[in-house]
């Protein structure tokens, strides 16, 4: 059911968006996505498509490798764009019978899912050239300044990494529970509404059991390997921004201010 | 050195302690196997070793140093590296290289001596080619080496192993004891392996064998062996060699030691029967 879902998954690749400093890659990540959603459906999204496949190139991953990730969401789409085809009214376009589509509706379904596609493209591919441990260290950096006012920025940045690290086994775990019921006759698509309820709580509450043997066993491990939280800890990589890193991000900078202009 | 002195422990749920009153002595450079049926207190025990629980009762120390004392327990934990029988319950980085990393890193090491001990962590476990690789695609053998090379970054003195051949096939079950052998042999690290199979424990210095929450024998692995048919009732389950002696006795009348841990003993052994 969940096995498809892959936003946090990386892809092991030297490629020069691999070796970007994290903080370099959120900050350009955080200005794309305001680059697609303030790009007017026009020549300016073309470019947003344009930069977009340079980011592929640079990369060096192929677009086929992005398709776990649009796929689940593809339902999504579908119906999201149905009901800006039936519901946004407008000039008048096109006729069957009741069903009546209008040049504006059409009009925002394609802008959406062009969109759309294009923050799942831009969040995938930071997640699949940053470690999460990475990614981490580079927001605990950003959000450094937030220790002053009391936040555990190390403890937050702790529990994302973790979240990300259980995600795929929290998945297998729900598909393995699953199968057993399936074995054993459950059938999640027949029967009444009281039916159906009652055989998601049976597969709910082991679920949430084994999720949280999980994560006490790996609180445990990290317990066990002198892990006190954040004071006093290194780092095996340091995050130091070099020339690349400040023209990466500036760039995504300069290039969401010519979108605006 | 790691003592425990009357050392019991319940769990917070639980009425029943879940060990009773242990007293041992672990020594250093010692390879001890710790063996028993499932609740009867090993991994519990293992927990105590490490500082993740506190003894209710008694202290542990380790070096000197007690477990009681908060201010002790980084240290305990470098020195007592602790794996678990799951590899994939201790994993928690998308790299070799950051996993192992980890626990250098809670000690507050700079990054080049860092980046050492995990080199010197890879080569030990033979996985140099993997530092860039995701934990999530090695097999279960590679996990359980890739667990071991995270707690050797760290230079523990001793290493506990609660069943770490658990999720293993028989052979990655080989390659990895003779593997955790040369470690011991080579780094001088003590071993405490936890485990149900007596044939891993064969080569310990000493077994401790646990029932109930008790240590109920510590011994050489011969003097176990002669336990023969009480080890089953301590859900162990004996050497194929120990059954195989048991039935020449009761179906031959052959009467060989117990003790006999191989085939070369055991084919001497008959040919000496008058």
């Known amino acids: 059911m969940f096995r498809n879902i892959s936003l946090g998954q990386y892809i092991p690749v030297d490629s020069f968006l691999h070796q970007l400093d994290p903080r370099s890659k959120v900050l350009a990540t955080l200005f794309f996505i305001l680059a697609i959603f303030t790009a007017s459906f026009s020549l300016e999204l073309a470019l947003v498509y344009l930069v977009a496949f340079i980011l592929l190139i640079l990369s060096r991953m192929h677009i086929i490798e992005f398709w776990p990730t649009f796929k689940p969401f593809l339902i999504i789409i579908l119906i999201t764009v149905i009901f800006q085809l039936l519901f946004i009214p407008g000039r008048h376009l096109f006729q069957f019978y009741l069903i009546s589509i209008s040049y504006e509706g059409l009009t925002v379904a394609v802008s959406f899912t062009l969109r759309f596609v294009l923050l799942l493209f831009i969040v995938r591919l930071l997640t699949a050239t940053t470690t999460p441990i990475a990614m981490m260290d580079g927001v605990e950096q950003m959000l450094k300044p937030l220790r002053k006012l009391g936040l555990a920025v190390h403890e937050l940045v702790m529990i994302m990494t973790i979240s990300l690290r259980l995600i795929p086994l929290f998945i297998e775990e729900a598909q393995r529970i699953r199968n057993a019921q399936l074995c054993r006759g459950a059938d999640f698509l027949e029967g009444s509404l009281s039916q159906r309820l009652q055989l998601l709580f049976a597969w709910l509450l082991p679920l949430l059991r084994v999720s949280m043997q999980r994560a006490q066993d790996l609180s445990q491990a990290m317990e066990a390997r002198a892990y006190q939280g954040g004071e006093g800890r290194t780092r095996l990589q340091i995050l130091q921004l070099k020339a690349q890193d400040y023209l990466y991000f500036l760039s995504m900078i300069a290039f969401f201010i010519v979108i605006q202009v | 050195m790691i003592r425990l002195s009357d050392v019991t422990y319940t769990y917070p749920q639980s009425k029943e302690p879940a060990v009773k009153k242990i007293s041992l002595t672990i020594r250093k450079k010692e390879f001890i196997a710790i063996m028993g049926r499932n609740g009867s207190g090993k991994s519990t025990l293992a927990r105590l070793i490490n500082g993740l629980l506190m003894p209710d009762l008694g202290e542990v120390?380790?070096?000197?140093?007690?477990?009681?004392?908060?201010?002790?327990?980084?240290?305990?934990?470098?020195?007592?590296?602790?794996?678990?029988?799951?590899?994939?319950?201790?994993?928690?980085?998308?790299?070799?290289?950051?996993?192992?990393?980890?626990?250098?890193?809670?000690?507050?090491?700079n990054p080049i001596e860092i980046g050492k001990r995990v080199d010197t962590a890879l080569k030990m476990v033979s996985m140099e080619d993997y530092a860039k690789y995701p934990p999530y695609?090695?097999?279960?053998?590679?996990?359980?080496?890739?667990?071991?090379?995270?707690?050797?970054?760290?230079?523990?003195?001793?290493?506990?192993?609660?069943?770490?051949?658990?999720?293993?096939?028989?052979?990655?079950?080989?390659d990895l004891l003779s593997l955790l052998l040369t470690i011991r042999r080579d780094f001088n690290i003590t071993l405490i392996l936890i485990t149900h199979n007596l044939e891993d424990a064969i080569q310990a210095d000493q077994i401790i064998m646990m029932n109930q929450g008790e240590v109920i024998n510590m011994a050489h692995p011969r003097e176990i062996l002669k336990m023969g048919t009480q080890l089953t009732m301590l859900g162990i389950e004996p050497l194929e060699l120990t059954t195989f002696i048991e039935l020449l006795k009761h179906n031959a009348g052959m009467s060989i030691a117990h003790d006999t841990t191989d085939i070369e003993s055991l084919v001497e052994a008959i040919c000496h029967l008058s």
Not at chain 2, 87 to 98: G, R
Not at chain 2, 142 to 169: G, H, N, R, T
């Open chain 2, 61 to 109: 120390t380790v070096d000197g140093l007690s477990s009681l004392k908060p201010e002790n327990l980084v240290e305990i934990r470098k020195r007592v590296g602790l794996l678990f029988p799951d590899p994939d319950s201790q994993l928690l980085s998308n790299l070799v290289e950051e996993e192992i990393a980890f626990g250098p890193e809670n000690l507050g090491l």
């Open chain 2, 137 to 174: 695609i090695l097999s279960g053998g590679q996990k359980q080496k890739l667990c071991i090379a995270s707690l050797l970054a760290m230079q523990p003195a001793y290493l506990v192993l609660d069943e770490p051949f658990s999720m293993l096939e028989p052979r990655g079950r080989k």
